[in-house]
Nanobody, 122 residues
Framework: QAQLEESGGGLVQAGGSLRLSCVASGSFFSIKVMGWHRQAPGKQRELVAGISDGGTTNYADSVKGRFTISRNNAKNTVSLQMNSLKPEDTAVYYC????????????????WGQGTQVTVSS
């Protein structure tokens, strides 16, 4: 029905920047909240940033002032600009999207991307 495809991960030195992008495709009616989450080895997945369809954003305290989430509703994309990266930002980053489907009745499901590795060296 739908899929999310991420791009933009990689290896960067501390203090550097990376930009992650994610595009949603499929036969959905609309997209509500989109977000980025991350999971470091041995840790639980955590929310990094989220953005509503109206543009309201929220961030984890650990990334406030360094990361910026944005979305393009016309292109069904969400991006995460990551600046001043730290070694503790190293993780697999996952895109998420709350997709609404309309097949006679409407329902919303959360979809996940496959994940992209971000590694920050000290």
């Amino acid at each position: 029905q739908a899929q999310l495809e991420e791009s933009g991960g990689g290896l960067v030195q501390a203090g550097g920047s990376l930009r992650l992008s994610c595009v949603a495709s499929g036969s959905f009616f609309s997209i509500k909240v989109m977000g980025w989450h991350r999971q470091a080895p041995g840790k639980q997945r955590e929310l990094v940033a989220g953005i509503s369809d109206g543009g309201t954003t929220n961030y984890a305290d650990s990334v406030k002032g360094r990361f910026t989430i944005s979305r393009n509703n016309a292109k069904n994309t969400v991006s995460l600009q990551m600046n001043s990266l730290k070694p503790e930002d190293t993780a697999v980053y996952y895109c998420s999207a709350d997709l609404t489907f309309d097949s006679g009745y409407r329902y919303t499901s959360r979809y996940w991307g496959q994940g992209t590795q971000v590694t920050v060296s000290s």
